[in-house]
């Protein structure tokens, strides 16, 4: 098949263009795309170096090119907009308007806001977060769950680490967790460290095929990945999260965004940052 | 100040939907929000509460409130469009009919694409390089840089944690981190662990003032956080970053997103997800 080149053009990262388009994109499924970012294009000769690079692709190319763009600042996303010789999809242009009528006043049009001109309190949040999930992770302390907003429970390679360092990232949530150990699945118990935090526990669980196939990545030998093994974690862990009245997740279908999305919205636990 | 309410409605997590509010409204910064994310929409029933929800505010308080959405049913999409009492933006609404026609198919409105069904190889990559990440923080590992794509040096406290986590959470990215420390910053060369890995290495630096800040919060006596110190330790890895034609960049005023987008950039280190 041919690939058709999609441009992300953005004054800032690129992030929010590549969201943006992506979502696009994923309603498009059968068509493959190349993915080029340009990001910081935040004056009009560095639009026009941008648009000279969509433009030789649209001569060179059998497809032509699509254009994603975020480009508050009127004069550049002008040139991109009147420059490119084939489709812009400029996110700030569509919308701007409309919201400016609704809220009666005019947008500032100035770029360096959408995520940094560092709000320093954000990033403070984030990355104290982050100190957190990681000094936390996997068991190897449980003194500070005090400060936990959320202590993620389940057996090994559920999923625990990377929801807990997505929440802390994305969202300055302090997530702890807690791997459950095959005595603690045995005893079908709540562990004793968390039992002072049982309003805090959310229990990942995960299908024994799709665990057993992580864990043989990690250690193909032995007992850990062994398919009896796997299914009588996985099984204990559900029956305990049910027994002791646990919320808990699925993730074998699920990306990480949206386990960290359905822990926010099942436990209420508040984002520190928006 | 009176604050509006913020609805970001979604048929799934509502990352996109956030993104793509977030993005606009800190356009009008003048204005406070109120912001709600009522994630997972994805029936007639499940949108009809929604509405209920929009209203209820419409109903009660002094300004009306917004609506931000990413619903691909079309169904679901009416529901909310035509049953809130205020301005309702859907992203896919927008843009979907342009993207149809220059691609020439029709998009499969089917929720459940965009960042989920768990595409499961981009899934395992991500776990990879978070792991990878965790694994190699801070200099504990030096033994797997091989493996590394890029391996981010910088004085401690300079965000070389975050940003690591955050290319392998966001990009599927290979990224180490490596501390310099006081000898290695008087020797100003580079350190021996990395001369194999020269064209892998990439500085973070940060003004003097904010680090002293940062490390305060973490340890408020002593050398660590004194001005003297700290000023002493970044002119030297600065010097050292520019004697080894090291890139870098400076921290100070950058998003995490900001620092990673750059990074790649700079490097050109391939993205592994997208």
């Known amino acids: 098949m041919t690939n058709r080149t999609v441009f992300f053009i953005s004054d800032q990262t690129g992030v929010t263009a590549e969201?943006?388009?992506?979502?696009?994109?994923?309603?498009?499924?059968?068509?493959?795309?190349?993915q080029l970012t340009v990001p910081f294009v935040d004056s009009i000769d560095k639009a026009k170096q941008a648009v000279d690079e969509v433009n030789a692709k649209a001569a060179s190319e059998e497809l032509k090119p699509l254009v994603f763009s975020t480009l508050v600042q009127d004069d550049v996303r002008e040139v991109v907009r009147?420059?490119?010789?084939?489709?812009?999809?400029?996110?700030?242009?569509?919308?701007l308007g409309p919201l400016e009528q609704e809220l009666g006043v005019q947008s500032s049009h100035t770029s360096g806001r959408a995520h940094g001109m560092a709000d320093l309190q954000s990033y403070d949040q984030r990355i104290d977060a982050t100190n957190f999930?990681?000094?936390?992770?996997?068991?190897?302390?449980?003194?500070?769950?005090?400060?936990?907003?959320?202590?993620?429970l389940g057996v090994s390679r559920?999923?625990?680490?990377?929801?807990?360092?997505?929440?802390?990232?994305?969202?300055?949530?302090?997530?702890?967790?807690?791997?459950?150990?095959?005595?603690?699945?045995?005893?079908?118990?709540?562990p004793k460290a968390l039992l002072h935090h049982r309003t805090k526990l959310y229990g990942l669980t995960i299908a024994p095929e799709?665990?057993?196939?992580?864990r043989k990545e990690r250690r193909a030998v032995?007992?850990?990945?062994?398919?009896?093994?796997?299914?009588?974690?996985?099984?204990?862990?559900?029956?305990?999260f049910k027994r002791h009245g646990i919320p808990y997740v699925d993730t074998t279908r699920f990306s990480?965004?949206?386990?960290?999305?359905?822990?926010l919205n099942v436990t209420g636990v508040e984002r520190r940052l928006r």
């Open 133 to 152: 999930a990681m000094a936390n992770d996997d068991g190897v302390n449980t003194q500070h769950y005090d400060k936990a907003d959320v202590i993620l």
């Open 82 to 95: 009147n420059d490119c010789e084939c489709l812009v999809i400029d996110f700030f242009d569509a919308f």
């Open 210 to 214: 799709r665990l057993a196939e992580i």
């Open 222 to 240: 032995g007992r850990y990945a062994s398919p009896q093994q796997v299914s009588f974690e996985v099984r204990a862990a559900e029956a305990l």
């Open 158 to 190: 559920s999923g625990k680490t990377p929801t807990c360092l997505y929440l802390a990232l994305n969202y300055g949530v302090y997530a702890a967790n807690y791997p459950l150990s095959e005595e603690e699945l045995e005893a079908a118990a709540v």
């Open 19 to 34: 969201t943006l388009g992506h979502s696009l994109l994923t309603q498009f499924d059968a068509q493959e795309f190349r």
């Open 256 to 263: 990480i965004e949206e386990i960290a999305s359905t822990i």
